[in-house]
């Protein structure tokens, strides 16, 4: 049997999934955690790879391995190769006003047309500018600018700083692939190239950037004193692409995840632009492209309201299917901890239209998932008014195995819904670059649906949402 693995490397954790070359199935697998915030020190993600890589039984027999990486994470590496400062994660808002800054500077159709992106806090040059601004020591010691599956698969070939590695500081050998640089804001996903003007313009200066590798194209094989079979590395991915991948997502797919985060993500065959910013033109790790939005508050908003109500998710999906659709006019804007779509970084949340009669659990448990599911279908909206078709929904992440989810997702998208059996997918797309940097071709692995709600479209919950959304607004 020929084995290959796939890594996560997310916000909250490191998960790493061993799988049969031939049939896809799961072997074994491992998992460490990350530490809390949005600013970390990489480190603790290389000790939490090599933790969750002893947990799945190590490397020694495992023919290719690649990595998925929470996108737009600032890896700062100075000459040396050390980490300048904590890296800056994508839900790290301090740079929202470097955002600002730069389409101020550019334009944001300009920016729209050179990368497919309008700057918002999450993106990476947005938190270069940031650094420029408010610490410019550090900002003249970077050298080289990585993100968090790029410094990684960087670590596993060996590389790092001198006293850790066998190898060295070698900055030219930092490498990327095409999703995880469309998230810089500083690359194209229609040339294929940098813009080094916007890197500058972030940064204050030029730096080295990883070279950008092909859906199949290896950087190299794992350092013999990592793994003494020296595996073949894949390039590697971000996140949303690589739980594409995993999915087997194709042209006419949306993709709906729901974890700390929320993202909605189509599959094209030519890149999308949006001069608003609300949807990031990035692209796929299979060669085609991935416009997506992203929100920053999705199964959270279930765990404040479990919390609050006193009862686990199963009892609060049990409360939400004994309400009825629009909750009593019990309405939720669920914008937490800020929002990025719409781009809103210092909002809260809005729970209105509350009466003595409509103040009840079960209005209150139902009201979370339509606020959380409406915001994610008009991200969903806002992807389809840019030309891209939709002929199903997939919805993934812990939340999509919520029955009260599944119901109110039937209602509130106007495509046929499905739930993929629960799955680790961005390191099942990890897993299938490895497979496809060493056999040359991409391995069609089955993934097995759980349910089919069949259709329900109640578009009055749409309606009172937009009604409310306008008049937080407002």
């Not at 020694?60 to 904590?86: F, N, T, Y």
Request: proline share 7%; with cysteine; hydrophobic share 45%.
């Amino acid at each position: 049997m020929t084995l290959v693995a796939g890594v996560d490397s997310s916000t909250q954790s490191c998960k790493v999934v061993i799988r049969d070359l031939e049939t896809g199935a799961v072997v074994r697998s491992g998992r460490a955690t990350h530490p809390d915030g949005t600013s970390v020190d990489p480190r603790h993600w290389w000790d939490a790879l090599l933790a969750a890589i002893a947990d799945a039984g190590g490397l020694d027999d495992v023919a290719a391995i690649s990595v998925g990486g929470q996108q737009h994470g600032m890896v700062a590496l100075s000459s040396a190769g050390e980490v300048v400062r904590d890296a800056l994660l994508w839900n790290d808002t301090r740079s929202a006003g470097a955002a600002a800054d730069l389409i101020r500077e550019f334009g944001a159709e300009e920016l729209a047309s050179r990368t497919g992106l309008v700057p918002v806090a999450s993106f990476t040059s947005t938190k270069l500018r940031w650094l420029r601004d408010n610490e410019p020591d550090n900002a003249m010691r970077v050298a080289a600018v990585a993100l968090p599956h790029d410094w990684l698969t960087w670590r596993l070939r060996g590389y790092g700083p001198a006293v850790e590695s066998p190898l060295g500081p070698d900055l030219e050998a930092l490498t990327t692939d095409r999703s995880d640089a469309s998230g810089t804001g500083y690359w194209s996903p229609t040339t294929g190239e940098y813009d080094r003007d916007l890197l500058s313009a972030a940064l204050g200066h030029d730096a080295v950037l990883p070279r950008v590798l092909g859906p199949a194209e290896s950087p190299g094989v794992v350092h013999s004193s990592l793994a003494a079979s020296s595996p073949t590395l894949g390039p590697g991915a971000g996140d949303n692409a690589a739980a594409g991948l995993g999915l087997g997502a194709a042209a006419g797919d949306v993709v709906v995840s729901i974890g700390t985060s929320g993202t909605v993500f189509a599959v094209t065959p030519s890149p999308v632009r949006d001069v608003t910013g609300t949807v990031a033109g990035f692209a796929s790790a299979s060669g085609d492209f991935l416009p997506l939005i992203a929100t920053l508050n999705a199964a959270r908003i279930l765990d404040a309201f479990a919390r609050v109500l006193g009862v686990d998710h199963h009892e609060l999906s049990r409360l939400a299917l004994d309400a009825e659709p629009g909750a009593g006019g019990s309405l939720l804007v669920p914008y937490f901890e800020g929002e990025r779509t719409p781009n809103l970084p210092h909002a809260t949340a809005s729970l209105t239209g509350l009466t003595l009669a409509s103040m009840t659990r079960e209005n209150l448990a139902r009201a979370a998932v339509e606020g959380m599911l409406c915001a994610l279908a008009d991200g969903m909206d806002a992807i389809l008014r840019l030309g891209v078709e939709a002929k199903r929904v997939l919805i993934v992440g812990g939340a999509a195995q919520s029955p009260a989810v599944a119901l109110v997702a039937s209602q509130v998208f106007d495509v046929p819904v499905e739930i993929p059996e629960p799955g680790e997918y961005v390191a099942a797309g990890a897993a299938v670059q490895a497979a496809w940097a060493l056999t040359g071709s991409r391995p069609q692995w089955p993934v097995t649906t759980v349910a089919s709600p069949a259709p329900d479209p109640t578009p009055s919950i749409r309606h009172a949402y937009a009604k409310a959304r306008a008049a937080y607004g407002a």
